[in-house]
């Protein structure tokens, strides 16, 4: 599910590197990559929250089920980046209805 998409101006290639060295200063379990699309992946004990741009141009915040582990990451986000929080979680195209 998605939750919220970041706003930023410049491309998601170029911002990656930004969004993960601000991403390292406040999770300490983290993985990332830019294969086409960038991703992060952070880790909470046993629940992981993605932030990709895989359905988007921009980094959209994902997981497979709400909770606090996403709530953190949002805003820890929102500490310093413009972010759209969606009312309601939106299914990826690969999900089910």
Known sequence: MIFAEMEYLEDH???HEELKEFLHGHFSRLESGVQGDSWFWI????QKVAIDTFSSMKHQVKSDRAGQHVQKVINTLLLKYQV???AEPKLEWH???
């Open 13 to 15: 290639w170029g911002f």
């Open 84 to 86: 759209n929080v969606y």
């Open 43 to 46: 880790f909470d004990g046993e």
């Open 95 to 97: 999900e089910d209805v």
